[in-house]
């Protein structure tokens, strides 16, 4: 099946390090701390985790096989797998959902943009928390500032995407991982030696399983998802990329760790130093805009020099891990056109940047000037984030996890896992069991309980 003509990642840790960049973004800075505070710390965690292996390293294995045995775009994978059938509605799905949440998460992509400019601009320093609040709220509702942003964070995907895969999406990849990591690990232990931080690591540590009930269980399955970008095609594109003995086990274990630990570091980050100076965990989708600001100047009132260089490089890598993340969706919708529909690449890049970007400033809009109109009581942002996250990805990872599971033919399922070493076959049949059974079931559970909030 495979394509020498087509593009490859340059090498093994290439490919992880792309992956890795579209899991980790601001699922993991953003959502994952707000979802941590809303659902009780660690006892959320700990499902999180349970989560990850049992549903999202098995469909990122599935995502993977399917990608790399097709070296196809996500589309036309379903129709060289399984040519005839209706199965290439999942492809479509895929690039559908990819297009839609580039367009609403690139407005929050474009808010690290205006923060990490005020961060730049010292303009944290003496402001109190309502100013932080205000601040917040006077930003989402200018008519400009927003478009802005977000436009020139499209620009800055586009700008990639066209430099192609090894060039653009690789070398990003191998340059922005390893220093969003280790600001990350700075930052985190700055916050857990503020004093009073110890309340705010027992939150992250100390399981209180009395505060788990079943809408806790379905967040953390919603969580994996988003988090690791399964459920629309994105890593399947991606290892359509890889080289023919990249180990597809290994490979999801590497992603779904580095994912899972930058999301761990964002927690460490976040409550020890909310906590030391009484933040509640439990602020919601404002924690990273107006809390943080407000913990970092409050936690080190008498050295503004550390708030000015914590604050500056948090929105900096945020705005990077983002910018890893979104060059993954673009590519998912701009090799879809390209290979589809025969349009070069750089006339594909620019009919999904221009698209997209339309779709946003309209997002944005719907959250300042345009908050009167609403749909089913959500503004559009709202509708766009609750049709994909929670709807399209569980709806997407469902049919991956049956195809996979049921449909595709055992021995590339095998012949791909074994591909780069050898994998025990009693890991082979638990995978297996789990793209069959468990993972449909546990997806089911998170699609049934949205669509009971409907
Ligand atoms: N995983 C990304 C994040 O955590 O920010 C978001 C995302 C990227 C979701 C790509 C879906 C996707 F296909």
Redesign the pocket.
């Known amino acids: 099946m495979s394509d020498v003509s087509r593009a490859n990642f340059g090498s093994k840790i290439g490919a992880i390090l792309a992956a890795a960049g ?7 800075i953003w ?1 994952f701390p707000y979802q941590t505070g809303n659902d009780g710390g660690a006892a959320f965690i700990l499902i999180y985790i349970v989560c990850i292996l049992c549903f999202g390293i098995p469909v990122m294995i599935a995502e993977f096989t399917i990608g790399r045995h097709s070296r196809s775009n996500t589309a036309r994978a379903y129709q060289i797998l399984a040519p005839g059938t209706q199965w290439k509605w999942v492809g479509r799905w895929g690039v559908l ?2 297009f839609l ?1 580039l367009s609403y ?1 690139a407005v929050v992509a474009g808010w690290t943009l205006e923060y990490f400019l005020q961060a730049a601009g010292n303009t944290f320093i003496g402001k109190t928390p309502e100013e932080f609040a205000a601040s917040f709220t006077s930003f989402t509702d200018n008519l400009w500032r927003p478009v802005f942003w977000l436009i020139l964070f499209m620009f800055a995907t586009h700008f990639i995407i066209v430099k192609g895969v090894q060039q653009g999406i690789e070398r990003s990849a191998k340059i922005l991982m390893p220093i969003l990591f280790v600001l990350l690990i700075i930052m985190a232990i700055c916050s857990i030696l503020l004093p009073g931080s110890g309340p705010g690591l027992e939150f992250l540590l100390k399981p209180d399983f009395s505060k788990v009930n079943s809408g806790v269980l379905l967040s953390a399955m919603g969580q994996t998802f ?7 095609g ?1 890593l399947c594109t991606y290892a359509s990329y890889f080289q023919s003995d990249t180990n597809l086990t290994k490979t999801a274990l590497n992603v779904a760790s580095i ?1 899972s630990l930058v999301a761990i570091l964002a927690g460490l980050i976040i409550f020890p130093a909310a906590f030391s100076v009484g933040i509640q965990p439990d602020a919601g989708p404002s924690l990273v805009f107006i809390t943080l600001p407000n913990v970092l100047t409050q936690a080190f009132a008498g050295l503004p020099w550390l708030t000015y260089i914590l604050s500056t490089a948090f929105y900096l890598l945020l705005a990077l ?2 910018l890893t ?1 979104t060059i ?2 673009h590519e ?1 919708v701009t090799v879809y056109l390209h290979e589809e529909f025969k349009m070069s690449r750089r006339k594909a890049a620019w009919l999904v940047t221009s698209m997209c970007s339309i779709i946003g400033i309209l997002c944005a809009l719907s959250m300042g000037v345009g908050k009167e109109y609403t749909i089913f009581g959500m503004n559009l942002f709202d509708v766009f984030d609750f049709l994909t996250a929670k709807l399209m ?1 569980p709806l997407g990872g469902f049919f991956i996890s049956i195809f996979t599971g049921w449909y595709l033919d055992k021995k590339i399922l095998h012949d791909e896992l074994n591909s780069g070493g050898h994998l025990p076959l009693f890991v082979y049949k638990a995978i297996v069991f789990i793209l069959r059974v468990v993972a449909p079931i546990g997806i089911g559970f998170v699609f049934i309980n949205e669509l009971e909030i409907l």
């Open positions: 579209s899991a980790v973004g601001l699922g993991n959502r959902t990819g949440i998460y988003y988090s690791l970008s399964l459920g629309m994105c994912d891990a983002a993340s993954s969706m998912v990805l």
